[in-house]
């Protein structure tokens, strides 16, 4: 490994054999990498530049908070690929990632936060002397340019650095080979289906009149890391959110230090994690008796999530299962403009979806066994709203719900 001290020259490090913290083999990276350069291979081009901490994880296991500096993978269409990461954090990559010693480079400390150089600067010198990325007019490569991870600066950075190479968007091209999950994947959202379904129980236990909703979004989150005897939890990509009364229709909202009221609603969506995989899961409580309208929708959401399941399996499209969902709410007078689900697998802040497949109206996406997915309902009113949610594995007899918390309307008298 080679680190560097203030603005010197690279020093080396002798690197001691550490216990590796890995959750797959070696094996099942191998055949990762082979997929995705096969992929490459098919566009005619040298490498690709992966930003997204998700697709690095998957990759190699490279798990750690620290992609809130610049850090990406390139793989070359041949060959091994590299990590490059600031100095501090390289270290980490031995603890977690599927790569040797000379595969793993950090950049100089004095890089960070300068308005006159960039990491990437260093990432795209070192990367061409590695013989990892070309450079020069005439050669290709495609980079992760809609990550959350990979700045329109890093971006600028690279593209000078590399002197006229021709930088082209992956289009999510990891997240897309993601989509299938091995077997070893599927246990590992199984695990998390188990975390979330506890995590449910105890936000439905936690919620009461009187109560702050900070007070039972920390009851939440303990759950979360907790997990259960035997499987541990981690951290969400995302926090639970906890939309109340009137604010119940309007999603992505958090929480406050708001007390809960007789008489009013709450949507709760959370997940459960382990190993980075997520469950995501959403239910709606009302606290006394709830109005005719919520009721009649539960009870349309309920009859539509029927009809949806019903589409969920192999062979049919993203559009087949939007549109039962569709037509079973319709008949109530109901509908719903926004997706009803997308894939689910690993995730990292800000976003536990895939990125890739959406249940929505026109998708011809083939479903496959071995795809996740998080089937949301949200029905957000002027006023007040009604959410729920399921983690379903797909497989070759139709979809498997990875929690059995009951679903529909959750009354707290």
């Known amino acids: 490994m080679t680190t560097t001290t203030g603005q010197g020259a690279p020093t080396r490090v002798p690197r001691v054999p550490p216990e590796i913290?890995?959750?797959?083999?070696?094996?099942?990276?191998?055949?990762?990498?082979?997929?995705?350069?096969?992929?490459?291979?098919?566009?005619?081009?040298?490498?690709?530049?992966?930003?997204?901490?998700?697709?690095?994880?998957?990759?190699?296991?490279?798990?750690?908070?620290?992609?809130?500096?610049?850090?990406?993978?390139?793989?070359?269409?041949?060959?091994?690929?590299?990590?490059?990461?600031?100095?501090?954090?390289?270290?980490?990559?031995?603890?977690?990632?599927?790569?040797?010693?000379?595969?793993?480079?950090?950049?100089?400390?004095?890089?960070?936060?300068?308005?006159?150089?960039?990491?990437?600067?260093?990432?795209?010198?070192?990367?061409?002397?590695?013989?990892?990325?070309?450079?020069?007019?005439?050669?290709?490569?495609?980079?992760?340019?809609?990550?959350?991870?990979?700045?329109?600066?890093?971006?600028?950075?690279?593209?000078d650095g590399l002197h006229s190479v021709e930088i082209t968007d992956s289009q999510e091209l990891v997240n897309w080979v993601r989509l299938v999950k091995?077997?070893?994947?599927?246990?590992?959202?199984?695990?998390?289906?188990?975390?979330?379904?506890?995590?449910?129980?105890?936000?439905?236990?936690?919620?009461?009149?009187?109560?702050?909703?900070?007070?039972?979004?920390?009851?939440?989150?303990?759950?979360?890391?907790?997990?259960?005897?035997?499987?541990?939890?981690?951290?969400?990509?995302?926090?639970?959110?906890?939309?109340?009364?009137?604010?119940a229709g309007t999603p992505h909202l958090t929480w406050s230090d708001r007390v809960m009221r007789y008489g009013e609603a709450a949507t709760i969506e959370l997940a459960g994690v382990h190993q980075?995989?997520?469950?995501?899961?959403?239910?709606?409580?009302?606290?006394?008796?709830?109005?005719?309208?919520?009721v009649d929708c539960a009870a349309a959401v309920s009859e539509g999530y029927e009809a949806l399941a019903e589409e969920l399996r192999p062979g049919r499209t993203c559009h087949d299962v939007h549109s039962a969902f569709t037509r079973a709410i319709g008949r109530h007078g109901l509908t719903k403009e926004s997706r009803i689900g997308y894939s689910i697998g690993i995730g990292y802040p800000p976003d536990w979806g895939e990125r890739t497949v959406s249940l929505r109206e026109g998708s011809q996406t083939v479903l496959e066994a071995g795809m996740a997915f998080h089937v949301i309902l949200g029905m957000w009113m002027d006023g007040w709203g009604y959410e729920t949610s399921e983690p379903i594995l797909l497989t070759a007899e139709g979809p498997h719900r990875l929690t059995s918390v009951p679903g529909g309307l959750t009354v707290k008298t």
């Open 276 to 294: 980075r995989y997520h469950a995501p899961l959403a239910r709606t409580v009302s606290l006394g008796r709830p109005p005719a309208h919520l």
């Open 21 to 159: 913290i890995r959750p797959f083999s070696l094996q099942e990276y191998a055949e990762r990498l082979e997929r995705v350069q096969q992929v490459l291979a098919g566009r005619d081009v040298a490498a690709l530049v992966v930003a997204d901490p998700a697709n690095l994880y998957y990759l190699t296991g490279y798990n750690a908070w620290s992609f809130y500096t610049p850090q990406c993978l390139v793989v070359p269409t041949e060959g091994e690929p590299h990590l490059f990461a600031r100095a501090m954090d390289a270290q980490g990559a031995h603890y977690t990632a599927a790569l040797g010693p000379h595969q793993v480079h950090g950049y100089p400390e004095f890089l960070i936060h300068r308005p006159d150089t960039h990491p990437m600067d260093w990432v795209a010198e070192r990367a061409v002397e590695l013989g990892v990325l070309p450079s020069g007019a005439g050669s290709r490569i495609t980079a992760e340019l809609d990550s959350h991870f990979f700045s329109a600066r890093g971006y600028l950075s690279l593209r």
């Open 182 to 247: 091995s077997p070893a994947e599927q246990d590992m959202l199984r695990y998390a289906g188990q975390i979330a379904e506890h995590v449910m129980l105890t936000a439905l236990g936690a919620i009461e009149p009187g109560r702050r909703q900070c007070d039972i979004v920390a009851d939440i989150q303990h759950a979360q890391t907790s997990g259960l005897e035997g499987v541990g939890g981690d951290y969400p990509a995302i926090v639970p959110m906890l939309p109340t009364g009137a604010t």
